[in-house]
């Protein structure tokens, strides 16, 4: 197996950490999640290769990854009484039926949305 030196993300991996970091932190428990399930896969491969070291370096490094993950859940649950929810366009009315009361696509007032 090849291992990448460069991800194909424009901006390289500067921007990706940066974008990865401006996630809602759901998204990014999400994101961190698949990232600790892929280096327990990598640990367990090593592993049965023999490649003790590097296995528990990789161990390491998942289990890390997964108490970031679980912290990153611990910050979705104390920021999300705090969020805003965004409109879901597809689960609404078309763009042409607007609230009488506001004008408004996207409302609290009518039942209908």
Request: with cysteine; glycine share 6%.
């Amino acid at each position: 197996m090849d291992h990448a030196t460069t991800v194909n993300y424009e901006g390289g991996l500067k921007q990706l950490a940066e974008d990865l970091g401006n996630l809602r932190y759901d998204a990014l428990e999400d994101f961190l999640q698949h990232l600790q399930e892929k280096l327990w896969a990598d640990y367990q491969k090593d592993k049965d290769r023999g490649n003790v070291k590097l296995a528990a370096a990789l161990k390491e490094c998942a289990i890390h990854v997964e108490v970031a993950q679980e912290m990153a859940g611990k910050a979705w649950k104390i920021s999300k009484p705090h969020m805003k929810p965004k409109p879901n366009p597809e689960a609404h009315a078309p763009l042409n039926d607007v609230c009488e009361k506001c004008g408004r696509v996207y409302c609290d007032h009518e039942e209908k949305y």
